[in-house]
């Protein structure tokens, strides 16, 4: 993948070619993943392997989250997102996953039943946002913290409905909560952003706080979207 990003200002024609592929990939997500039905979000680091305190969290995150009629979408890979799809596969839940194109790191795990795979890690965000009722954030890097202040912000700005963000890892995440409240008392955020974060190492309570949440969001009365033969779409079996 060409770095387009330090490219600087080219040519009109590659700035079409690059328009056109973003609109490609933005496009192919969204026939994908429109017949889903609701999603929760996990977030996570691709480095924990299967023995890991986190990667079994995440399985137990998968798992419940699937037994209360979800489906699980992850990043797509290793690590936490693995171990998320793994626990909902086990549960005979739905999984899937937006999986990114990397030289190192990242490839598709064996638990997802529907994959897309994006050059480009704002497309995937898009995704990863666009069909879920709820979010849920395990220990993990960049990535995740990426992930978790981009959710917020398009919560706190009114971009997206206020939907949970769970933060799982209390030992890990601490420092990250600590630092939301210095940033309340100095007036950078409101209080009342603080409370937009649940923060727990209990599933039970994570997965109950977003099944309240989602019913106060009218969950049960989401429209039921319906492939359209003649448009070349199916539903995901």
């Not at 937006?98 to 190192?104: Q, S």
């Not at 990250?176 to 409101?190: S, V």
């Not at 949440?213 to 979207?225: I, Y």
């Amino acid at each position: 993948m060409a770095q387009e990003y330090l490219a600087g200002p080219r040519s009109r024609l590659s700035e079409l070619g690059f328009a056109f592929r973003v609109f490609m990939e933005t496009i192919r997500g969204f026939r994908t993943f429109h017949f889903l039905g609701p999603c929760v979000t996990v977030f996570g680091s691709a480095r924990f392997t299967e023995g890991h305190p986190y990667y079994e969290l995440g399985r137990k995150v998968g798992a419940k989250l699937a037994e209360a009629g979800f489906t699980v979408m992850t990043g797509g890979g290793p690590g936490v997102m693995e171990a998320a799809n793994r626990g909902a596969r086990e549960a005979h839940g739905r999984s899937v996953g937006c999986n990114i194109l990397l030289p190192f790191e990242q490839s598709a795990n064996p638990y997802l039943d529907v994959v897309v795979n994006f050059e480009y890690f704002f497309v995937r965000k898009v995704m990863l946002l666009k069909y879920s009722y709820a979010f849920v954030a395990l220990p993990g890097g960049f990535g995740t913290l990426d992930e978790i202040y981009e959710t917020l912000t398009l919560i706190q700005t009114g971009k997206m409905a206020g939907f949970p963000l769970v933060v799982m890892g209390r030992e890990f995440w601490g420092p990250m909560h600590e630092q939301l409240e210095r940033m309340a008392a100095e007036g950078t955020i409101d209080p009342s952003d603080i409370d937009r974060v649940l923060v727990t190492d209990d599933v039970d309570e994570a997965v109950d706080h977003i099944v309240a949440a989602s019913r106060a969001f009218g969950l049960e009365a989401r429209m039921v979207v319906r492939p359209h033969w003649y448009l070349g779409e199916r539903a995901p079996g």
